[in-house]
């Protein structure tokens, strides 16, 4: 249970590091999302800045609706498409 904390913790420190950059429209957050109609899975991209709060298991976005579980972010790139940060294995 401490490797999942410690994951979690390591996303939420990259997360906050593009918030605090002074330019988060500069960078993606690709996520696995998980359609429950379907069962279907696939990679998402929001932009930073659509993020309005972090906690210790999630990402809010500015929708009011979306909350993306930080087990289920998998790379940060920024907007040049250069992968700033990534969860090896985890995508394909």
């Not at 932009?47 to 289920?72: K, S």
């Amino acid at each position: 249970m401490l490797g999942v904390a410690r994951r979690r913790s390591r996303i939420r420190q990259e997360v906050n590091r593009v918030l605090y950059s002074g330019d988060p429209s500069s960078y993606l957050i690709v996520y696995i999302d998980r359609d429950p109609s379907t069962g279907r899975q696939g990679l998402k991209e929001v932009q930073a800045d659509r993020i309005v709060g972090v906690t210790e298991w999630a990402i809010f976005l500015d929708d009011g609706d979306t909350v993306i579980p930080l087990h289920r972010v998998v790379e940060i790139r920024d907007k040049s498409g250069m992968v700033t940060w990534s969860r090896r294995g985890r995508h394909s």
